[in-house]
């Protein structure tokens, strides 16, 4: 049974940083393409963060260079570094797991398998 745990949100000053780590289990971490998603109120769930089995990365454009997806496959965990970060970056960050057809193909959150719960981000002027 897959299980994704995510930790590490909170509520930072704008110009701060955070680091979103996803513990994840029941699979063989490293097989799967992961990603990080969020949800802001009213909005849509939208992929900020992605990275494949070979460990390329894609990232959104309104977090390009703010944000920094990882992974540690020896202690099974995804991990977003987010500097910088402005009120607008205020949401509910999902982690997501196994992505059949690949970023190239598929990259909203119809494309994933599995879901964590998540973590809150509250970021003040």
């Known amino acids: 049974q897959v299980r994704l745990v995510e930790s590490g949100g909170g509520s930072v000053q704008s110009g701060g940083s955070l680091r979103l780590s996803c513990a994840a289990s029941?699979?063989?971490?490293?097989?799967?393409?992961m990603a990080w998603f969020r949800q802001a109120p009213g909005k849509g769930r939208e992929g900020i963060a992605y990275i494949d089995t070979a460990g390329n990365t894609n990232y959104a454009n309104d977090v390009k260079g703010r944000f920094t997806v990882s992974q540690d496959n020896a202690k099974n965990t995804l991990f977003l570094e987010m500097n910088n970060l402005k009120p607008e970056d205020t949401a509910k960050y999902y982690c997501?797991?196994?992505?059949?057809?690949?970023?190239?193909?598929?990259?909203?959150?119809?494309?994933?398998?599995?879901w964590g719960q998540g973590t809150q981000v509250t970021v003040s002027s």
């Open positions: 029941g699979f063989t971490y490293g097989t799967y393409s």
């Open positions: 997501a797991a196994d992505n059949p057809l690949g970023y190239d193909s598929c990259s909203g959150s119809w494309c994933f398998n599995f």
